[in-house]
């Protein structure tokens, strides 16, 4: 039997998962989260064989989620549903240590091939990012690490203090990395942020759900 926890904010999604993976018999979801503090949490005491994870999420994004998830339990095999295809996450979560990454824009099929891939030990990269994973070229590869950090706390509309109470940096510290990443993209202003974050892929569309 393979073990799965669900990490979504939707409810309607996590009982479509949960209806569609239990149906085959061989999968189980054992907990599930509406966000990563949440998951991060239960994880501890209740082993999967799977974490099914969404890239957008409240408070830490799908690629934070990874990164803490895997600090304290290194064998964790994690697999990422998102609707970005494009731009610098994929390659970062991979990077992160996530096994596998899937579209949502994919039937249920492809999310039961996936979850048993990657809980056979294997990598699954989903179709649909073809050879834009390796040989697309994004504005957002030229962020550093802090940058990105950055750049994901300004998407979510966070201001000044509040992403400095998050990283635990300073004001003054917290608007150099923002200058600083503002010019390396060429934009000004949140609004701009927000237009190349929707044109590359790492926001979903207006309107649309992550």
Known sequence: MIRVFVIDDHPLVRVGLRDVLEAQGDIQIIGEAANGEEAYSAIGTNYPDVVLCDFHLPGWDGLEVTRRLL?????????????VE???VPRRLLAAGAKGYVSKAQDGGAVVKAVREVAAGRRFLDAALGPRLLFEVSPFDQLSAR??????????????????????????????????????????????????????????PAGGGG
């Open 71 to 83: 600090a304290r339990h290194p064998n964790l095999r994690i697999l990422v549903v998102s609707v």
């Open 86 to 88: 494009a731009g610098p």
């Open 147 to 204: 940058q990105m950090e950055v750049m994901w706390l300004v998407l979510r509309g966070k201001r000044t203090g509040e992403i400095a109470q998050t990283l635990g940096l300073t004001d003054s510290t917290v608007r150099t990395v923002r200058t600083k990443l503002m010019a390396k993209l060429g934009v000004e202003g949140d609004l701009g942020l927000i237009r190349l974050a929707m044109e590359y892929g790492l926001l979903p």
